[in-house]
């Protein structure tokens, strides 16, 4: 590849716009451009990127036994009717008529095309277990599409589909799916944890896990005990629990305390000089439209999914300022478990255990001192309904639990019978009998990858790629195009590297040094060479771009260390 013929339009500046570090260097990189929110073109030396990604995800699922298709994008609605996730998909999907009023939708995900598909082309357990995969095109009109590529809403997905025929072979693929991504992410560089995950209300017995690379940018918090045996997301995080022996002190009655605008849980504190764990915190959600109030100490947050979970719910949402004067009689701030009527009252087992404490009282600008659990209040619900905290001790025993952020990469999932029953993929058992297919779905964000790779290997001058994916290994940089000695030795270089099979990126344009490693160390390939001065000598300087130092050597030496790296 020659520098001057190719588009890699690299900025100094990236635009205001872009917020993560990620996003503005591959701007800047001339890797991608936006063509709308959430929408991007890969330019040539992304699309190298993005392609040895894919030939990697491509390797080790084919590897793993599962075999490649393509599906289209368009999806008639019916299918999503057949599903039941048509209406229930919301805004997130994209919608559209063809000329003749029928209604299609680009597809999020894939369950319903494949189930559709085995429904119809499966039919005998001798074709069982069998897992289909694809590297596609998906459209979700994300409510924030940001970060550049790591939250599109036309994006590249690998999503496999595992059909088998009991969940013990569902396990074993399971298994194999979970151990190919585990070599992904370490092929593609990434630092990475595989956490448990919540499979939801739906998800019934379904296990699940995401691939969470860490970085700081990303939006989900995962949850890892001191030693990593216990590593989750923080929907799932539970902690270490022991009922606490009962002390049975005596308790004054109810006290209602004037607390006029007092009704954070900081003010409260201060106004009552206490620790926020000896406050009891209820928050008004409605689940499915149902009113729900949860309490929590004053210290901790609710955990909506373990909530939603409890109820067998399908949406929560934060109760509004209306709805929570509705419900409890008062304005925001002074909810509080004891009298509270015609709302489901889930108690979160750290409140259960507390002697007593300081709670809203339904009435605006008053708490109530001495508030017992069991005795002024009884939840429906006593159980788990906060979330980790640092610190908090591990569920398998294994030291503390440490917070990390993590973006989602890739995600596991054992559906079960969920959209083969719906969708009729069943097929004839030994014995003849009709049997419904047990399934599993895989997804690895392809395009995030890009992203998530880059916020975890840059520095100040630009991205650090790693060998596996870089879009070439080395840059062959002549500082003068105009030195024919300096050109010559650089060619001669480039066409060594091109014909060992090691991709080589040539920058023949007619520019000033300085602004060749500058855009060399944006672009960030793992190798450079420079042929300068001593090109009359053979000789060049070679750098890692991840290290230091520049070292002297011999054009020979160079090709050396990046054709054979053990000799160099
Ligand atoms: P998220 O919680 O980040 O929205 P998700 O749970 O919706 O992800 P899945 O439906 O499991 O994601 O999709 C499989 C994979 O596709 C994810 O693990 C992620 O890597 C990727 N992915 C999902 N949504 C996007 C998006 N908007 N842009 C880029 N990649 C995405
Ligand atoms: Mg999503």
Do not use: K
């Given at each position: 590849m020659k520098q001057s013929q190719l588009l890699i339009p690299t900025l100094r500046e990236a635009p205001a716009d872009a917020e993560a570090a990620s996003h503005k260097l591959m701007l800047r990189a001339g890797l991608i451009r936006q063509l709308a929110s959430g929408v991007y073109t890969y330019l040539p030396l992304g699309f190298r990127v993005l392609r040895k990604v894919q030939e990697i995800v491509r390797q080790e699922m084919d590897r793993a036994g599962a075999q490649e298709l393509l599906m289209p994008a368009m999806q008639p609605a019916e299918l999503w009717r057949e599903s039941g996730r048509y209406e229930v998909y919301g805004p997130e999907l994209i919608r559209l008529k063809d000329r003749h009023d029928r209604e299609f939708a680009l597809g999020p995900t894939h369950e319903e095309v494949i189930t559709s598909l085995v429904a119809g082309e499966v039919s005998s357990y001798?074709?069982?277990p069998m897992t289909l995969y694809q590297i596609q095109t998906k459209y979700r009109d994300e409510r924030r599409p940001r970060f550049g590529l790591l939250r599109g809403r036309e994006f590249l997905m690998k999503d496999a589909y595992s059909f088998g025929r009991s969940w013990e072979e569902l396990d074993e693929t399971y298994r194999a799916m979970y151990d190919a991504y585990t070599r992904i992410f370490t092929r593609v560089g990434l630092n990475f944890r595989a956490v448990q995950a919540d499979a939801g209300a739906i998800g019934g017995e379904g296990e699940t896990h995401e691939f969470m690379a860490l970085a700081e940018i990303g939006e989900d918090t995962i949850v890892v005990s001191e030693n990593g045996t216990y590593a989750a997301n923080l929907e799932k995080a539970e902690m270490f629990w022991e009922e606490p022996t009962a002390a049975d002190s005596d308790i004054p009655a109810m006290n209602r305390v004037h607390t006029p605008g007092v009704h954070t849980i900081e003010q409260l504190r201060v106004h009552f000089s206490i620790e926020a764990s000896a406050l009891i915190k209820t928050l008004l959600y409605l689940v499915d439209d149902r009113p729900v109030a949860v309490a929590v100490r004053g210290d901790r947050e609710v955990n909506e999914t373990k909530v939603l979970n409890a109820l067998g719910g399908e949406r929560i949402e934060l109760a509004d300022a209306a709805a929570v004067e509705r419900l409890?009689?008062?304005?925001?701030?002074?909810?509080?478990?004891?009298?509270?009527?015609?709302v489901t009252l889930l108690v979160d087992r750290e409140v259960q255990a507390m002697p007593a404490g300081i709670a809203g009282a339904n009435e605006t600008d008053y708490h109530m001192e001495n508030v017992k659990p069991g005795r002024d209040f009884t939840g429906e619900r006593i159980g788990d309904f906060r979330n980790a905290a640092e610190g908090d001790r591990s569920p398998d025993g294994s030291g503390l639990l440490q917070f990390y952020r993590g973006i989602e990469v890739g995600h596991v999932f054992k559906l079960g019978t969920k959209y083969s029953e719906k969708l009729g993929a069943k097929y004839l058992d030994e014995g003849g009998r009709r049997q419904t297919a047990i399934m599993g779905c895989y997804g690895i964000g392809i395009s995030r990858i890009l992203s998530a790779v880059v916020e975890q290997h840059y520095d100040e001058n630009g991205i650090l790629w790693?060998?596996?994916?870089?879009?070439?290994?080395v840059h062959i940089i002549p500082a003068s195009v105009k030195d024919e000695g300096q050109l010559q030795l650089a060619l001669a270089l480039y066409r060594r590297f091109t014909e060992a099979g090691i991709e080589a990126l040539l920058d023949d344009r007619d520019e000033r040094a300085g602004v060749k490693f500058k855009d060399a160390d944006l672009i960030g390939l793992p190798y450079r060479i420079v042929v300068g001065r001593e090109a009359a000598e053979g000789r060049v300087e070679f750098k890692s771009r991840a290290l230091e130092g520049k070292e002297a050597m011999t054009a020979d030496e160079a090709f050396d260390r990046i054709a054979a790296p053990s000799q160099g």
């Open positions: 001798r074709q069982l409890t009689g008062a304005a925001v701030g002074f909810a509080g478990p004891a009298g509270l009527a015609g790693p060998i596996e994916i870089a879009p070439a290994a």
